[in-house]
C-alpha cells in the first residue's frame, strides 16, 4: 500500500475530496464575487466602504483556494481554515447590515414569502443572501480540517 499519492498526506499529491472541494470552492467565491461586484454597485457609487468587504473577501479567498489547491499542505491548509473562519464573520456581519441591524425582524418579512405573493421588497438587500459566506466559510473549514484529511 502507497501513501505518497493518497491525498491524505503531506505531499501533495493525490485529489481526495477535501480537496476537490476546496477547488470548487475557487469557484464559488469567484461566483460570488462578480455577482456582489454588480448587486453592490449602487451603495459603491455613494462612496460607501462597507459593500466592498464580499467583494474583496471573496477575491482573496479565491486565490488563497486556488494557492491552498495546488499546495496542498498542512500549514497552507490551516491559513485557509482561518480564512475561511474569517468568512463566517463576513457573512455575520454583512446579514447585519443587510437587515439594518434588525435580524428577526428581517427573518420575519423573509418568511412571509412563503405566504404571500407577490412580496413587497421596495428595493431591499436579499436579507439572508451574506448568509451564503457563512455555509461556505464551515464547508471550507471542514474540508481543510485535520479530521477531513483523516476520513
Known amino acids: 500500500m502507497t501513501t505518497s499519492n493518497s491525498g491524505h498526506g503531506e505531499s501533495g499529491g493525490g485529489f481526495s475530496l477535501a480537496r476537490c472541494i476546496v477547488l470548487l470552492l475557487a469557484g464559488a467565491f469567484l461566483l460570488l464575487m ?8 449602487e ?3 455613494h462612496g460607501f466602504v462597507f459593500p466592498w468587504i464580499p467583494i474583496v473577501y471573496s477575491g482573496i479567498m479565491l486565490i488563497c483556494c486556488l494557492v491552498t489547491f ?3 499542505h498542512r500549514p497552507i491548509r490551516h491559513l485557509l481554515m482561518a480564512m475561511f473562519v ?18 428577526l ?3 420575519t418579512f423573509a418568511m412571509q414569502a412563503w405566504r404571500s405573493i407577490p412580496l413587497p421588497h421596495h428595493g ?3 436579507t439572508l443572501a451574506p448568509l451564503s459566506f457563512v455555509g ?3 464547508i471550507g473549514a ?6 477531513a484529511q483523516k476520513h
Open 34 to 41: 462578480l455577482d456582489i461586484r454588480e448587486e453592490h454597485l
Open 43 to 45: 451603495p459603491i457609487k
Open 70 to 72: 495546488i499546495r496542498w
Open 86 to 103: 474569517l468568512g463566517i464573520g463576513v457573512g455575520l456581519l454583512g446579514f447585519w447590515f443587510h437587515t439594518h441591524g434588525h435580524p
Open 105 to 107: 425582524q428581517a427573518i
Open 124 to 126: 431591499q438587500p436579499p
Open 136 to 138: 461556505l466559510g464551515l
Open 142 to 147: 471542514i474540508s481543510c480540517s485535520d479530521w
